[in-house]
């Protein structure tokens, strides 16, 4: 397979094109490699499929973190928010008064 002088990645390392693959790509090989119950051969083939389980499992809770995140700050924009400007207010208001009452005796 290697010719002479010929530097290529290929010629280099035959296994290389799996590194030219996707993540999705490789959860795929795994998923279809679980689907057919073939278990992985070598010690690399199984850090490979330990290494897209992990890919797969951080983007799911890459999603999960995003959809609470969302909720949470909506839910302070909604509720918290409002409730702070509200109480701001009254305090601002109670401080006038008190002024207002010093002024007057």
């Not at 959809?67 to 109670?94: C, D, H, K, N, S």
Request: hydrophobic share 40%; charged share 20%; net charge neutral.
């Amino acid at each position: 397979r290697r010719v002479h002088g010929d530097t290529s990645l290929d010629s280099i390392a035959p296994r290389s094109r799996s590194l030219r693959l996707s993540p999705q790509q490789h959860i795929d090989m795994a998923e279809q490699a679980a689907i057919k119950g073939s278990e992985p051969t070598s010690w690399t083939d199984k850090a490979q499929m330990y290494g897209d389980w992990i890919w797969k499992q951080s983007r799911v809770a890459t999603v999960q973190l995003g959809r609470y995140a969302w909720i949470g700050g909506t839910t302070f924009v909604v509720v918290v928010l409002p409730l702070v400007l509200e109480m701001e207010q009254e305090a601002q208001i109670a401080a006038y008064e008190r002024q207002m009452g010093g002024l007057s005796k």
